[in-house]
DNA sequence: TTTAATTACGACTGTTTTAGTCGCAATTAG
DNA sequence: CTAATTGCGACTAAAACAGTCGTAATTAAA
């Protein structure tokens, strides 16, 4: 659903490290377990489904590995998020049942829900992953509620890099 | 942690009820049972959570039950979440064990990871829940990363409320 | 041709989180 | 005194998550 997850995170680590080698070069799970103590078999299924997505590209027997083929930049947090655990839905009550909400016909906050999901994946697909493993992320637009109108001429300061 | 999740759901809704009283009128979780079909006492500790937190009122007794305290526009869903469930935190990387995580050491996404926490926070803390109930709700700054350079001119079309 | 290293993949298990329920106490209007 | 309501801790059931196991397929190299 939402949260990073032990999934997307292996994703981010074994795409950070794909990233610093050279063109050509393969990478092991053996190597990203050694390297950065995640388990072997859940990283695999991971880089599996980023090689079925053409994410990475997969190379098999000895000798085999791992490598990155797209730009990380033009690649948003939101489409690796979609790669290893599916659509991102911030809420349950979005799809009908099983395991949705049925209240739906009396709820009142559906579409505010709805909206934001829309909005939190906005959020997600306008982030780019190379940037975020830079550590560069753009902050939000607005500033905090509490703070609105208060301090309105400090705004800019506040919603900065920090 | 991250989540709308049920209880952050019970409450939007009963804010929602609350907020179109009239002033002074009490709200009960009966009848926030009855017309929206969610559960009494799961309801009731959400309800419990808010008034400890000053955002509703409650009077006990016979004829007592729940009112809104706050001005929602003023409200952020930020707060919310963290009265209902705590502090958001959109993996478990970021608290030291347990629970937390052990690579932390040899970790190469922790520090993107934290800070998109905190922008996702920022996020969450610059959204009124009063607009949100409304329907309003800022869409990003920026533009999809699949979409950046191609279509530069026409960004401003996709940026809107959509 | 055998062996070792590696990806591919489904099934399974244990743990944690979430959701909801139960029981009973405290408060207050009538 | 009684009924309606909030207050609160403990408990149970279900779902999601994380990780493991077993086994096959592929390929380089001895």
């Given at each position: 659903m939402n949260k990073i997850n032990r999934k997307v995170e292996y994703a981010l680590i074994g795409l950070k490290h794909m990233r610093s080698?050279?063109?050509g070069e393969l990478t092991t799970i053996k190597e990203l377990t050694a390297l950065y103590g995640c388990p072997f078999e859940a990283t695999s299924k991971v880089m599996q489904m980023l090689a079925g997505r053409g994410l990475v590209r997969s190379e098999q027997g000895a000798h085999g590995g791992y490598q990155l083929v797209k730009d990380l930049s033009r690649v948003s947090l939101y489409e690796v998020m979609e790669m290893v655990i599916g659509p991102v839905e911030i809420?349950?009550?979005?799809?009908?049942?099983p395991g949705g909400c049925d209240l739906r016909q009396s709820c009142n906050v559906v579409s505010p829900i709805t909206l934001l999901n829309r909005r939190i994946i906005e959020f997600y697909r306008g982030l780019a992953v190379g940037e975020l493993l830079d550590g560069r992320v753009a902050g939000p637009r607005s500033q905090p509620v509490e703070l609105r109108g208060l301090v309105a001429e400090a705004g800019h300061q506040l919603s900065g890099v920090e």
């Open positions: 080698k050279q063109p809420a349950k009550c979005l799809h009908g049942e």
